[in-house]
């Protein structure tokens, strides 16, 4: 299935490239990840190759044992830093995150107006229900799914009937009249759910641009339904062209079914790529950055992900659907879960290809090793299976890869007119083309 519509591409802000062994390489900058002039160099390179938006992933955790060996996932607050990029850009997208399970809406909804009104226009909000982080905010335990995705359907609804309680409208500013807004304009929300209570007004009014675009990251059935109803773009954790068609399909169809029109929400799996002048050398590229990885400790996520020991079988043993807990195990990530089921129901794999699966080593994200003509090849695919409406970029290994995303990869997506080649617009929802 051809589609004619441009990618949307986004490029994650979380230095991908220094997993595994990849912060030692003498080009990491891996001292400087704490820095803003680090995040708004990569910021400004992105916008000089025209990508959609800037995306900051987020954690309300550290895990402190990761950090003897790698930089593990600190990292600045989402929206303090990209109110710091707005300063340094003019275009890009600047899409922040927030955990619904643990911000109140109407902080939420705050920080993202304000972030919308520093960059004029360019703000994006990332909705996610976390699967770390209870004991920092006085919980025992991480609640269900379930539960976490019903707090964030309530949380999205309050979110964005706090954006509309202060129109912009209700700024008259008439000096001569001695008026500064419309108070009858201005209305609280008085919002009584399970999860919240919020009165409003919000104290900062809706920016010009229009309403902020949501993207969520969910895989899981709760997930997608979640996504379905409220979200403009799903960053996917999908490790295959095949698995990101079916989730594209089916977020289409639960779209369908409560009244969204399908093509309203861009299915832009996370693209892990490790990009070399040569095969071989981004090969040895991807091994090195993953050399940490010891065979047990692959067999460890296996078991966390799927609630069974492989150890026992042989490595050349099938695993199959028949062989795993009934019902599925409690686990960490039902997403990477989910997906590392579906691959043993398609594929069977053995035990020693699913030791090398991405999902077990890349947390389940579309991976491409190569050359810039290699990556070219598979986003074509994908783009011409109706896979995906774009990606978000992930480099890997090093600096170089990322150079070569931004230096030849996509200016070879905008010659084959899959991309653009000049900013038609200066707010997010314009690069989206939501107007």
Request: glycine share 6%; hydrophobic share 45%; charged share 20%.
């Amino acid at each position: 299935m051809h589609v004619d519509k441009q990618l949307c591409i986004g490029l994650s802000l979380s230095p991908t490239w220094l997993k595994g062994a990849g912060w030692r390489r003498e080009d990491s900058r891996a001292e400087q990840i704490f820095s803003t002039s680090f995040y708004a160099n990569l910021a400004r390179q992105a916008e000089q190759a025209k990508l959609d938006f800037v995306f900051k992933p987020d954690v309300m955790a550290l895990p402190a044992e990761t950090l003897e060996r790698s930089p593990g996932f600190g990292g600045l607050d989402p929206s303090l830093l990209l109110a710091a990029l707005a300063q340094s850009t003019r275009h890009i997208g600047l899409v922040t995150t927030v955990s619904s399970t643990f911000t109140p809406p109407y902080l939420a909804a705050r920080q993202a107006q304000s972030l919308n009104w520093i960059s004029q226009g360019r703000a994006g909000l990332n909705i996610v229900t976390a699967i770390d982080g209870a004991a920092n905010f006085g919980l025992r335990d991480m609640p269900p799914s379930e539960e976490r995705y019903a707090k964030a359907a309530e949380f999205t609804q309050v979110v964005r009937r706090l954006w509309s309680s202060f129109p912009g409208e209700a700024m008259i500013v008439d000096r001569n009249a001695g008026q500064f807004a419309d108070p009858s304009r201005i209305s609280s929300i008085d919002h009584q759910g399970h999860f919240f209570r919020v009165q409003g007004p919000l104290n900062v009014p809706a920016c010009p641009a229009g309403e902020i675009p949501l993207i969520q990251a969910g895989a899981s059935s709760a997930g997608l339904d979640f996504a379905a109803a409220t979200a403009d773009g799903v960053f996917a954790a999908a490790p295959d062209m095949a698995a990101s068609r079916q989730l594209r399909q089916s977020l289409q169809r639960r779209a369908s079914k409560i009244g969204r029109a399908p093509e309203a929400i861009r299915v832009l799996p996370g693209l892990h790529f490790f990009l070399a002048h040569t095969r071989s050398e981004a090969l040895d590229l991807h091994r090195e950055t993953h050399a940490y990885l010891s065979v047990e400790q692959r067999y460890a996520s296996i078991q966390a992900l799927l609630g069974i020991d492989i150890r026992r079988f042989a490595p050349d043993q099938p695993i199959t659907l028949s062989l795993l807990p009934d019902p599925p195990a409690a686990v960490r990530s039902r997403t990477h879960t989910d997906l590392l089921r579906a691959l043993i129901e398609r594929e069977q794999p053995t035990v020693q290809e699913l030791l090398a699966r991405p999902e077990v080593v890349n947390s389940g994200h579309w991976v491409v090793v190569g050359t810039v003509d290699d990556a070219l090849k598979e986003i074509l695919a994908w783009h011409e299976a109706g896979a995906m409406d774009g990606f978000i970029a992930l480099p890997g290994g090093s600096a170089t890869s990322l150079q070569l995303f931004f230096e030849e990869l996509i200016p070879q997506l905008a010659e084959r007119g899959l991309f653009r080649r000049e900013y038609k617009g200066r707010t997010l929802r314009e690069h989206l083309s939501m107007i």
